[in-house]
């Protein structure tokens, strides 16, 4: 069964390795050091995502303060292996993890190109909020997510 629990640790191992794997570092845009990383999210919300008790991918969460309202808001990252993909596990634990956070504002922002982190996201109710270009050139689709 799928389980989200807190990053432990003891976790940094498989955290690396998750994050080296090319398609999870090319979506992520994820630059600097991995160690630092690991230690900035043991401190966050974050939690890895578990399968029969094997880490497989993880939901990244960062707390802002809105410039303009002043009101916390957050901004949700997530990854899972490739070989876990297109099994439902990432909708599911987004679903699961979302349940956690009332009154808040949730941002993801997503390459246009990766149409199944779009989908995803639609499938948990968020909406598509703007489009712009980023410092790599990329086209950033941003979601946000009003909770309850």
């Known amino acids: ?9 003891a976790n940094e191992t498989i ?3 998750l994050l ?3 398609s999870i570092n090319t979506a992520l845009r994820v630059t600097g050091d991995l ?3 690991f230690t900035h999210y043991l401190a966050t919300p ?3 995502i578990s399968v029969d008790n094997t880490i497989v991918g993880g939901i990244l969460l960062d707390e802002d303060i809105d410039s303009q309202t002043l009101e916390k808001t957050h901004a949700i990252s997530y990854f ?6 297109h099994q439902g596990i990432m909708t599911a634990a987004l679903r699961a993890f979302l349940q956690n956070y009332q009154h808040t504002t949730i941002t993801a922002e997503v390459d246009a ?10 499938r948990v109710a968020f ?3 703007t489009q712009f270009t980023n410092i790599f050139g990329q086209t950033i689709r941003l979601f946000t997510k009003e909770t309850t």
């Open 1 to 9: 069964p799928m389980e989200l629990r807190p990053w432990q640790p």
């Open 15 to 17: 955290f690396i390795q």
């Open 20 to 22: 080296s794997e090319k």
């Open 35 to 37: 160690h630092t990383l």
């Open 46 to 48: 974050s939690v890895a």
């Open 80 to 85: 899972l292996h490739p070989d876990w993909q």
């Open 113 to 122: 190109a990766n149409h199944p982190s779009i989908a995803l996201l639609q």
């Open 127 to 129: 909406t598509e909020v």
